[in-house]
């Protein structure tokens, strides 16, 4: 239990480093405040570029690759083939990418204001299979490449990742990959609720606004 609570409270503290409000706020702007309001990759680059944006994309990943090791680290390092977790290292390692995760959603650090988590997420897969992983990265560029949009292709690559890991890992790995991408998808309807409210208080107040 005590590997498991380490790779909590250090995959959770890592995900709170706020990389991109650290790497807009140097440039004078909040990323939370301007664009679709996102702290994260891709709002950072639609504001100020890829070369901006490209320290953002590996410090978000490196932190759920940072908290996978930490996860194997305090558990003894058990992989199997493909260098893949496995024993008593898969719950340590999941758990550490799901707190990082979550940090990176809701960072102690920045207010509970963050990101959507892919790419904490894509880190820490990196960790749990790491064949699986590169086949990822392999299918991204092909993607990308054939329809020219790399947006396209992360969101194939990401959504294969669980497929591509049936091949190296068991079932209840893959399950377990599963439960990650749902903190992805939480994130995701959490934000659409939010700009929705958002959006409705906004028309309440221009209402007022015309009537007064």
Not at 133 to 157: D, P
Not at 184 to 193: T, V
Request: hydrophobic residues 55%; charged residues 10%; positive net charge.
């Amino acid at each position: 239990m005590v590997p498991v609570l380490a790779a909590v409270i250090g995959g959770y503290l890592l995900g709170s480093v706020p990389v991109a409000v650290l790497a807009c706020r140097a440039r004078g702007f909040d990323p939370r405040e301007a664009g679709d309001r996102n702290p994260g990759f891709w709002n950072v680059m639609e504001l100020l570029g890829w070369r901006a944006a490209v320290p953002v994309f590996a410090g978000d990943m490196l932190k759920g690759t940072l908290a996978g090791l930490l996860g194997l680290a305090v558990s003894g390092a058990d992989t199997g083939t493909a260098w893949t977790v496995a024993g008593g290292s898969v719950l340590p390692v999941y758990a550490a990418v799901a707190a990082a995760m979550l940090g990176h959603a809701w960072p102690v650090f920045a207010g509970w204001r963050g990101g959507r988590s892919i790419l904490a997420f894509a880190g820490g897969f990196a960790v749990i299979c790491p064949p699986a992983f590169a086949l990822g990265v392999a299918l991204l560029v092909l993607v990308s490449l054939a329809r020219r949009s790399f947006a396209l292709g992360t969101r194939v690559a990401v959504f294969a990742l669980p497929a591509l890991q049936l091949a190296f890992a068991p079932v209840a790995h893959v399950a377990g990959t599963g439960l990650l991408m749902c903190l992805i998808g939480l994130r995701f309807g959490q934000a659409s609720l939010g700009g929705r409210r958002g959006r409705a208080g906004g028309s309440r107040r221009a209402g007022a606004g015309h009537r007064a």
